[in-house]
C-alpha cells in the first residue's frame, strides 16, 4: 500500500471518513435503548422515543438479545480483521470490505429502528426478535467496514508524527459526532427550534445520507494490482499470516495486553455514561434539550484545546501519566451528574445544577479527547514497529482485539447492567420497584402505583447509581495503567517488544525528533479545531436560545444577533446586554455587570458560558410562565 496521504487535506479527509457512520453508532448508544424502552426518561420522553412513553419490546429479552448482539459484533471482529490482513485482489485487501458491506450498513440501521409489526404489547416479542436480526446484520457490515478503514491507518501514513496527527484529526470528527448526538440532537428531537419536535426514528432516517462518508477511503487508499501491494508482484513482498497465528500474536503482545486492560475499564466507564446520559440529564436533572445543550456544549467544546495540553503534559510527563490523570478527572466529573441531579438539588434550584453541570462539563473534557485519541493511536503504532521488525502487517487485527473486549464491556454496560437498573425505582426512604411502561402508563407511573407514592416522590435508581458505577471503573483503569510503558514512541514500543522476543533486531527503529514545524502545525490544527469543533457548538446553543427569545419577544432578531456575537470578538457584550433588556422588560444593573466581565474575559461569545447559562435561566423561566 502506497503511503497515499502526502498532503495535509488528505489526512483531514481520510480522517472524516469514518464520520458518518460512528455519528450513527453513537447515536444509536446513546438513544436507541430508551428508543425502545423508555423507563429510564421517567415519562419525559421528549420525543426520544420511536412511540411515546410505549415500550416496544420485552425488556429483559431484549437486553439478552442485544448483549449477545454485542457480543456478536465483538467475536466477528476476529474473522474480519484476518479477512481483510489477507485478502488479495486486483482491487486490493482495504477497500472491497468497504464497498461491499456498505450498502447492508445502510439499509440494516434503518431497519433497526423501524418496529414493523406495530407498537401493541402483544407484539413486543415479534419487535424484539426484529430488532435484534437488523442489529446483527448492522454490527457485521459496520465492524467489516471499520476494521477495514481502521487497519489501513498505520499504512497509508508516513511515520509517527503523521500518525499523530491523523489520530488527532480523528479525534476531531469523533468530537464533532458526539457534540452532535448530545448537544444538538435534542434540540431537534424536542423541536425547540420551531415548536415541532421531529422524534428520533425520523432524524435517525433523514442523518443515513451521511454514512456516505464510509466511501472516502475507496478513493484515497492506494493499493491494489496497479500498486502492486499487497499481492506481492510489485512494490515488496510480505508475509501473510493465518488467522490463529495473527490472533496469537496479538493476545502474546504484552505491551498490547496491558493497553486493552486499562481500555475496557475506561471503555466500561465511558460506555455506561454515554448510554445512561440522555437519562442523567433529562430524567435525574430535570433538563429539557436547551438545557442539556448547555451541559454537553460545557464537555465538548474544550476538547481540541484540551487535546494540545494533553500532549503538552505528555511531552512532560509521559503519556501513562497523562492518561492517568485523565482516568482519575472523569472519575470526579462523573460525579457531577449525581450531585446536580433532582435527588440531591431539588426540582427548583436551577442554577445550582447549572453550576455543577458546566464544572463537571469541563473537568470531563480533559479526559473525553484522550478516550477519544488513544484506541487509534496506539494499536496503529504497535503494529506499525511490529511491521518494521516483523515484516509481519496484521494491524486490522490489533483494532480488532481492541473492539472484541470492548463490544463485551461495552454490552455489559449498556444492556447487561444499565439497561436492567433503569427499571429500578426507589423512594428517598429507600423503598425499590421494579417497573416497565404499559400502553396506558409510563415506568414511573407504574412503579408509583407499586410503591403507592405519587411520582414526584420516586427517582431512577439505575440513573442515580451510573456516576459512581463510572466513577469505581476509571479508578480500576487508573491502577492498572501503571503497567503500560511510560511512552508509545517507536523506540519505546521496539524495546518493549524486545522484552518478549530476544530475536528482533531494534536498532534500525529510532524516535524521528520533532521539529519547530511539527510543533507549529500541530499547535495550528488544535486551535483551528477548537473552532470547528467546540465553538460550533457554543454557536448553535446561541441560535436556539437566542431563537427563543425571539419567540418570547415577537421579534426577529436572531441572525443579526448571532453574526455580532458569535462572529465580531467583544460585539457578544452588547448583544447579551440587549438580549437580557429584552427578555426582562428592563435594563438591569447586575445583568450588565454580569456581561462586561464575563464578556471581557471570554471574547467569543459562545465561550461566554456564565452569562448564557444565566440568560438561558431567565428564558426558560419566561417561557414557563407563559404557558
Known sequence: MVKSLD?????????????????????????????????????????QTIVGNICLVVPALFSVLMILGKVFDGVID???????????????????????CFIPMVVSFAFCWWPIFGTDSSVQLANSIWFFFWALIFFASYTMCLIAFYGSLSNVCEDESQRLR???????????????????VPLIIQGIYNGTGMGIDKFVFMSLPLMGTMLIPLFLIKE???????????????????????????????????????????????QMFLVAMNAMILGGMGFNGAEMALVNTCAFAPVPIMLYLFRKVKEKKGIRF????????FALAILSFFFASTYVCGTNNKM????????????????????FMMPYMIPAQISSVEEKLTNKNHSAMYFAAQAFTTSIVGAIASYGVYDILKNIFVTKSFSFTWAKATETASAI?????????????????????????????CIVGFIFAFKMPKEYTPECVAKELKKYDESLDISQITDEPETK???????????????????IFGFIWTAFLFKSIDKLTEKKRTLLYWILGCIIPFAGIFVLISQFKAVEGKLSAKYVVLSVITGLVLPILPCNIVSLAVLQSRVNKKLNSAQ
Do not use: H
Open 322 to 329: 497523562t492518561y492517568q490523570t485523565c482516568l482519575l478527572t
Open 166 to 184: 491523523v489520530s488527532s484529526f480523528k479525534s476531531f470528527f469523533d468530537t464533532i459526532s458526539y457534540c452532535l448526538v448530545y448537544a444538538l
Open 517 to 535: 514545524k511539527d510543533k507549529g502545525e500541530i499547535v495550528f490544527v488544535q486551535v483551528a479545531l477548537s473552532i470547528l469543533s467546540g465553538f
Open 352 to 371: 445550582i445544577q447549572y453550576i455543577i453541570g458546566c464544572v463537571g462539563g469541563v473537568m470531563g473534557s480533559w479526559s473525553i479527547g484522550a478516550f
Open 445 to 473: 407511573e407504574v412503579a408509583g402505583q407499586n410503591l403507592n407514592v405519587g411520582t414526584g416522590e420516586l427517582f431512577n435508581f439505575g440513573v442515580m447509581i451510573v456516576p459512581f458505577i463510572v466513577a469505581i471503573m
Open 7 to 47: 498532503k495535509k487535506w488528505k489526512e483531514l479527509l481520510f480522517a472524516a471518513s469514518g464520520f458518518g457512520p460512528n455519528f450513527l453508532m453513537v447515536l444509536m448508544g446513546a438513544y436507541y435503548s430508551d428508543a425502545v424502552n423508555p423507563a429510564g426518561l421517567s415519562g419525559n420522553v421528549n420525543g
Open 78 to 100: 476476529i474473522p474480519f480483521a484476518a479477512i481483510t490482513d489477507n485478502l488479495s485482489t486486483k482491487w486490493g485487501r482495504r477497500r472491497p470490505p468497504i464497498a461491499i
Open 224 to 270: 491494489g494490482e496497479k500498486y502492486g501491494y499487497p499481492e506481492n508482484n510489485g512494490q515488496k513482498t510480505q508475509e501473510k499470516i493465518k488467522l490463529t497465528e495473527s490472533f496469537k500474536i496479538t493476545f502474546k503482545n504484552k505491551i498490547f495486553r496491558n493497553w486493552l486492560v486499562v481500555n475496557c475499564c475506561s471503555f466500561f466507564g465511558l
